[in-house]
T-cell receptor, first 112, second 113 residues
């Protein structure tokens, strides 16, 4: 069946460090892929998406490239800030009934 | 501004009482969803609805009920049959075309004592 696997957290980095959060998926067909961010006590916000192989989604300095050959959609940012501290969720679309399949989430902690 | 509203932000109830959580969207989306999130955990799907007057159980529907009488509204009732109702509840909506990305409300934190 379809599934999403994210790297376990928490991930702790110093400010201005390079960020990578790994996400791999298992899916039939050609799903769309998403990254969401959740700040403490809030709902989830769509951070970026990619709808086909080799697409790069980007937003607020974050990027992720849809790699079909490695079934991956890793989230990257060149220089993180304390304000990036949050939980990040990877997800894929489930085309038969509009559902999303969710990863477990990765908590990111940025220290000043 | 288009978006999803959930009310209230915090809700407190005594054990044995039913409680209804509100979710309203003005994004003209056909599909709506309810998720439960426990501390430090991911999302678990409770119910979803693809169209008015129709809804389906998600992974953890026991002890919950929903209705979808209007396109804009998808209230969730947490019944006394739900054994561990204390959690953070998130409502989302999506279109039924394109990539199906979901848009979320701010959540309701329910505490039952």
């Amino acid at each position: 069946g379809n599934s999403v696997t994210q790297m376990e957290g928490p991930v702790t980095l110093s400010e201005e460090a390079f960020l990578t959060i790994n996400c791999t998926y298992t899916a039939t067909g050609y799903p769309s892929l998403f990254w969401y961010v959740q700040y403490p006590g809030e709902g989830l916000q769509l951070l970026l998406k990619a709808t086909k192989a080799d697409d790069k989604g980007s937003n607020k300095g974050f990027e992720a490239t849809y790699r079909k050959e490695t079934t991956s959609f890793h989230l990257e940012k060149g220089s993180v800030q304390v304000s990036d501290s949050a939980v990040y969720f990877c997800a894929l679309s489930y085309d038969s009934n509009y559902q999303l399949i969710w990863g477990a989430g990765t908590k990111l902690i940025i220290k000043p | 501004d288009g978006g999803i509203t959930q009310s209230p932000k915090y809700l407190f109830r005594k054990e044995g009482q039913n409680v209804t959580l509100s979710c309203e969207q003005n994004l003209n989306h056909d599909a709506m969803y309810w998720y439960r999130q426990d501390p430090g955990q991911g999302l678990r799907l409770i119910y979803y609805s693809q169209i008015v007057n129709d809804f389906q159980k998600g992974d953890i529907a026991e002890g919950y009920s929903v209705s979808r009488e209007k396109k804009e509204s998808f209230p969730l009732t947490v019944t006394s049959a739900q054994k561990n109702p204390t959690a953070f509840y998130l409502c989302a909506s999506s279109g039924t075309g394109g990539a199906y990305e979901q848009y979320f409300g701010p959540g309701t934190r329910l505490t039952v004592t």
